[in-house]
Each structure stands twice: as structure tokens, then as C-alpha cells.
């Protein structure tokens, strides 16, 4: 298993921008499709974006497409979220996802990811 730590979140007006990292240790990283995945209060979980092993493919919900960007240092052992024009309806606990199971598409871990996860990180836009 590999434990993944994410760095703080916070409080951000409507239309501003927030980095999340996730940082991974306990094996190597370059084995793992990373994700980032979020949970509003009363809501049920949902995917947020995704990354192949190589970075080489992204997958993003339609929900944030265009506003955010995934990205991965695999020498750093990070995962990347780069949120803008941050909306109220961003506001939930963001967590990271390693899953090293084969999955024939991005999409089809969007939908099901395995793995380890990390603790959460809350992000709050105001309007």
C-alpha cells in the first residue's frame, strides 16, 4: 500500500485559484494511476480528475473541465490538482487516490478506483 498525505486547502473567493498536492511514500509512485476526488456535505463522492502512470493522459469530470489541471512529478513522488475560476459548488473535501490495477481507460477508474487514499483536505470558495 501507499500512504498519500495532501497538502492544506483552504478558504477562496469565487473566480480565484488554489494548488492541492498530494504526496505519496511506501512504493513506487510510477506503478499507481493517481485521481482526485471530492465529497460535499450531504453528497456522495465524485470524480474530480485523473492520471495515467506516465502523465501522459489526463481525464477530467465535465463538472471541471477547463478550470483544473492534474499533473504528476513522478521523481517527487506528487500528484498535482491546479484549480481556477473556482466556483461555490468547488466547496468539498478534495482526496487523492493511488490505484495500481490495470484499467483499460481513465474513465473506468473515474468510476471505480481502488487503492489507498488519503485523509481529505477541505477547500471552501466563497461566493
Known amino acids: 500500500q501507499v500512504q498519500l498525505v495532501e497538502s492544506a486547502g483552504g478558504l477562496v473567493q469565487a473566480g480565484g485559484s488554489l494548488r492541492l498536492s498530494c504526496a505519496a511514500s511506501?512504493?513506487?509512485?510510477?506503478?499507481?494511476?493517481m485521481g482526485w476526488f471530492r465529497q460535499a456535505p450531504g453528497k456522495e463522492r465524485e470524480f474530480v480528475a485523473a492520471?495515467?502512470?506516465?502523465?501522459?493522459?489526463?481525464y477530467y469530470a465535465d463538472s471541471v473541465k477547463g478550470r483544473f489541471t492534474i499533473s504528476r512529478d513522478n521523481a517527487k513522488n506528487t500528484v498535482y490538482l491546479q484549480m481556477n475560476s473556482l466556483k461555490p459548488e468547488d466547496t468539498a473535501v478534495y482526496r487523492c487516490?493511488?490505484?495500481?490495477?490495470?484499467?483499460?481507460?481513465?474513465?473506468?477508474?473515474?468510476?471505480?478506483?481502488?487503492?489507498?487514499w488519503g485523509r481529505g483536505t477541505q477547500v471552501t470558495v466563497s461566493s
Open positions: 511506501g512504493r513506487t509512485f510510477s506503478w499507481y494511476t
Open positions: 492520471i495515467s502512470v506516465s502523465g501522459a493522459s489526463t
Open positions: 487516490n493511488a490505484d495500481a490495477r490495470y484499467y483499460s481507460s481513465l474513465g473506468n477508474y473515474a468510476g471505480a478506483p481502488g487503492g489507498s
